[in-house]
């Protein structure tokens, strides 16, 4: 599990990005939230994640809020 804080969210299109302890960005998808919903998330809140592979890049799954 790794951890973040959220850096944009594009609500309209129902995605946003991560910034994770390195400074790198990853996407991720309304759908790869779990336990909250997508819509209760905020720009700078804490979260935990998984990574996985697609054909743009990494991207976060299982997105939680910490």
Request: hydrophobic share 35%.
């Amino acid at each position: 599990m790794n951890t973040g804080k959220i850096k944009k969210l594009v609500r309209d299109r129902g995605f946003g990005f991560i910034s994770d302890t390195d400074g790198r960005e990853l996407f991720f998808h309304r759908n790869a939230v779990t336990e909250v919903k997508f819509e209760e998330l905020t720009e700078e809140q804490s979260v935990t994640y998984d990574v996985e592979k697609s054909d743009k890049g990494p991207r976060a799954i299982n997105v939680r809020a910490a």
